[in-house]
C-alpha cells in the first residue's frame, strides 16, 4: 500500500513525496545536500521516473529516467546550451540536437558518450555548415563545410576559442582544441565574450584559401623567373656536389630577395583556420567559400578541394587548414600555380608561362594529389547526405524530447503540490 511522508537526510537534503514499501514511489521532491538541487516528478520503488532535476548552477534536465540516470528523451539545458533529444545510460546519444540559445548555433546528428559521433550537421551562428563525419566531438572523416557570403561570414578573433570549444569544454573533460570556425562567440555581444580581448580580427569562418594581392603576385612571379634562369645558369657550370650545394644557398637568397617570403602572411594565419589576412587581396562581401573533402581532429587535412565563387580554388593536400603537400591553386584571372605547399606556401613548382624545375617529377605528384582530392570530395558529398538524412532522425527525436519535456513540466508541478500537502514547512527548491 502506496503512502506518504518526508524524510530528511543527514547531509541537509530531504525527500517528501510516495512512498512504498520503504522507498519513494509515486510523486515527490528530493532536494540535494544542505537543499541544493532538486528532482520533482515521478518516482518508481526507489528511481526517478519522468520529471524535473535542477542542480545548484541552475542548468536542469527535463525528461525521462531509468535506474538513477538519464535515459530514453529529454532536454538539457546547460549554460547558454540547450540538448534535445535521446539519452543512454546518462549520456546523449543515439539522436539528438544541441543549441545556441545566444547564437543559434547547433549541432543535429548522432552522439556517442556525450559527443558528437557518427554523422551530423553544425550549423554556425553566420549561417554557414558542416555536413559530414564526426569522431570524439570533432569533425573527423569527410564532410562539405559550406561558408556564407564574405560580408556575412563571422569574424574570428586570435586566440579566442570559438563557442564550439565552449561546449566542448562544459560537456567532457578533455583539453579543447582550437578550431576554425563553429559558432563564434567572439562577435556573439550576448555570449558575453567581449572582443577586445581577442586581438585582431584574423579571417572569417568558412574561409580557409588565401589570395596575395596582385601586386604581391608580380613580384613572386618576377622572383621565380629570376630565380629560375640564374639557377639553371649555374647548374649547368658546375657538376661537382660541393658547388651545387652553394647554388642552392644563393637560390634562398635569391628567393628573398624577389620577395617570395610569405612569413608575415603565414604567421597571420597561424591557428586562424580562415582565409583572409591584412595583407592579402580583398575579398569581395559576396563570395563566399566550399571545401569538400578529408577533416582530422576538426580541420581540413587529408585530400581536398576549396573554391570561392570569385574563382580562386585549390586542389590537393590540406593540413591543419593550410594548403600543405602537392596540389594545384587557380586564381580568379585563370592563371595557376602548382607544385609542393609547405603552410600555404609554395616550395617548389612553377606558374604558368615560367621554366619549370624538375617540371615531370613535380607534374607526376601534382596530376595524382588532384586525383586523389577530387575522389575525396566525392566521398564528402556522399558523407554530407547521410548527415543530411541523420540531422532529420535528430529533430524528430528532438521534437519528442520537447513533448516530454512538457510532461515532465507537469510531473513536477503535481509533485510539488503533493510535498506541500504532506509537509507545508517543506522547501521548494526555487521558491
Same mark, same amino acid.
Given at each position: 500500500?502506496?503512502?506518504?511522508?518526508?524524510?530528511?537526510?543527514?547531509?541537509?537534503?530531504?525527500?517528501?513525496?510516495?512512498?512504498?514499501?520503504?522507498?519513494?514511489?509515486?510523486?515527490?521532491?528530493?532536494?540535494?545536500?544542505?537543499?541544493?538541487?532538486?528532482?520533482?516528478?515521478?518516482?518508481?520503488?526507489?528511481?526517478?521516473?519522468?520529471?524535473?532535476?535542477?542542480?545548484?548552477?541552475?542548468?536542469?534536465?527535463?525528461?525521462?529516467?531509468?535506474?538513477?540516470?538519464?535515459?530514453?528523451?529529454? /532536454?538539457?539545458?546547460?549554460?547558454?546550451?540547450?540538448?534535445?533529444?535521446?539519452?543512454?545510460?546518462?549520456?546523449?546519444?543515439?539522436?539528438?540536437?544541441?543549441?545556441?540559445?545566444?547564437?543559434?548555433?547547433?549541432?543535429?546528428?548522432?552522439?556517442?558518450?556525450?559527443?558528437?559521433?557518427?554523422?551530423?550537421?553544425?550549423?554556425?551562428?553566420?549561417?554557414?555548415?558542416?555536413?559530414?563525419?564526426?569522431?570524439?566531438?570533432?569533425?573527423?572523416?569527410?564532410?562539405?563545410?559550406?561558408?556564407?557570403?564574405?560580408?556575412? =561570414?563571422?569574424?574570428?578573433?586570435?586566440?579566442?576559442?570559438?563557442?564550439?570549444?565552449?561546449?566542448?569544454?562544459?560537456?567532457?573533460?578533455?583539453?579543447?582544441?582550437?578550431?576554425?570556425?563553429?559558432?563564434?562567440?567572439?562577435?556573439?555581444?550576448?555570449?558575453? /565574450?567581449?572582443?577586445?580581448?581577442?586581438?585582431?580580427?584574423?579571417?572569417?569562418?568558412?574561409?580557409?584559401?588565401?589570395?596575395?594581392?596582385?601586386?604581391?603576385?608580380?613580384?613572386?612571379?618576377?622572383?621565380?623567373?629570376?630565380?629560375?634562369?640564374?639557377?639553371?645558369?649555374?647548374?649547368?657550370?658546375?657538376?661537382?656536389?660541393?658547388?651545387?650545394? &652553394?647554388?642552392?644557398?644563393?637560390?634562398?637568397?635569391?628567393?628573398?630577395?624577389?620577395? +617570395?617570403?610569405? /612569413?608575415?602572411?603565414?604567421?597571420?594565419?597561424?591557428?586562424?583556420?580562415?582565409?583572409?589576412?591584412?595583407?592579402?587581396?580583398?575579398?569581395?562581401?559576396?563570395?563566399?567559400?566550399?571545401?569538400?573533402?578529408?577533416?582530422?581532429?576538426?580541420?581540413?587535412?587529408?585530400?581536398?578541394?576549396?573554391?570561392?565563387?570569385?574563382?580562386?580554388?585549390?586542389?590537393?593536400?590540406?593540413?591543419?587548414?593550410?594548403?600543405?603537400?602537392?596540389?594545384?591553386?587557380?586564381?580568379?584571372?585563370?592563371?595557376?600555380?602548382?607544385?609542393?605547399?609547405?603552410?600555404?606556401?609554395?616550395?617548389?613548382?612553377?606558374?604558368?608561362?615560367?621554366?619549370?624545375?624538375?617540371?615531370?617529377?613535380?607534374?607526376?605528384?601534382?596530376?595524382? =594529389?588532384?586525383?586523389?582530392?577530387?575522389?575525396?570530395?566525392?566521398?564528402?558529398?556522399?558523407?554530407?547526405?547521410?548527415? +543530411?538524412?541523420?540531422?532529420?532522425?535528430?529533430?524528430?527525436?528532438?521534437?519528442?524530447?520537447?513533448?516530454?519535456?512538457?510532461?515532465?513540466?507537469?510531473?513536477?508541478?503535481?509533485?510539488?503540490?503533493?510535498?506541500?500537502?504532506? &509537509?507545508?514547512?517543506?522547501?521548494?527548491?526555487?521558491?
Amino acid at each position: 500500500m502506496s503512502t506518504g511522508g518526508r524524510f530528511d537526510f543527514d547531509d541537509g537534503g530531504s525527500y517528501c513525496g510516495g512512498w512504498e514499501q520503504g522507498k519513494a514511489h509515486g510523486r515527490g521532491v528530493c532536494t540535494g545536500p544542505q537543499g541544493q538541487g532538486e528532482y520533482a516528478g515521478a518516482w518508481s520503488h526507489g528511481f526517478e521516473v519522468l520529471g524535473v532535476y535542477t542542480w545548484p548552477s541552475g542548468n536542469s534536465y527535463q525528461g525521462t529516467w531509468a535506474q538513477g540516470k538519464r535515459h530514453g528523451v529529454g /532536454v538539457e539545458s546547460k549554460g547558454r546550451w540547450d540538448y534535445r533529444g535521446e539519452w543512454t545510460q546518462g549520456f546523449k546519444g543515439r539522436y539528438g540536437q544541441l543549441e545556441s540559445t545566444a547564437s543559434g548555433a547547433r549541432y543535429e546528428g548522432t552522439w556517442s558518450n556525450g559527443l558528437q559521433d557518427g554523422y551530423g550537421t553544425e550549423t554556425y551562428s553566420d549561417g554557414g555548415t558542416y555536413q559530414g563525419q564526426w569522431l570524439g566531438g570533432m569533425r573527423h572523416g569527410y564532410g562539405v563545410r559550406q561558408s556564407v557570403p564574405y560580408g556575412m =561570414a563571422a569574424v574570428i578573433l586570435f586566440p579566442l576559442r570559438t563557442s564550439i570549444n565552449s561546449l566542448r569544454s562544459e560537456h567532457s573533460h578533455g583539453p579543447p582544441a582550437v578550431l576554425e570556425d563553429a559558432t563564434n562567440t567572439t562577435t556573439t555581444p550576448t555570449d558575453g /565574450v567581449v572582443a577586445v580581448l581577442a586581438g585582431s580580427p584574423v579571417g572569417r569562418g568558412g574561409f580557409a584559401l588565401t589570395a596575395p594581392s596582385e601586386a604581391e603576385r608580380q613580384r613572386k612571379r618576377k622572383g621565380r623567373f629570376r630565380q629560375s634562369i640564374l639557377s639553371g645558369l649555374k647548374l649547368r657550370r658546375s657538376e661537382s656536389k660541393s658547388s651545387l650545394a &652553394s647554388q642552392l644557398s644563393k637560390q634562398s637568397s635569391f628567393c628573398s630577395e624577389a620577395g +617570395m617570403s610569405t /612569413v608575415s602572411s603565414a604567421a597571420s594565419d597561424i591557428h586562424s583556420n580562415a582565409s583572409e589576412n591584412e595583407q592579402g587581396a580583398p575579398v569581395d562581401a559576396t563570395v563566399t567559400e566550399t571545401y569538400t573533402g578529408e577533416w582530422r581532429s576538426d580541420q581540413r587535412a587529408g585530400w581536398g578541394i576549396s573554391r570561392r565563387s570569385d574563382g580562386l580554388h585549390y586542389e590537393g593536400e590540406w593540413a591543419a587548414n593550410k594548403r600543405h603537400g602537392y596540389g594545384c591553386t587557380t586564381f580568379p584571372d585563370g592563371t595557376k600555380e602548382e607544385g609542393k605547399y609547405k603552410q600555404n606556401v609554395l616550395v617548389s613548382g612553377k606558374r604558368k608561362n615560367l621554366i619549370p624545375l624538375r617540371a615531370s617529377k613535380i607534374r607526376e605528384k601534382v596530376d595524382r =594529389a588532384v586525383e586523389a582530392a577530387e575522389k575525396a570530395s566525392d566521398i564528402a558529398k556522399q558523407k554530407a547526405e547521410i548527415a +543530411m538524412s541523420r540531422m532529420s532522425h535528430a529533430r524528430g527525436k528532438a521534437e519528442a524530447a520537447e513533448a516530454v519535456a512538457q510532461k515532465s513540466l507537469e510531473e513536477c508541478r503535481l509533485a510539488r503540490i503533493a510535498a506541500k500537502e504532506l &509537509s507545508p514547512s517543506f522547501h521548494i527548491y526555487g521558491n
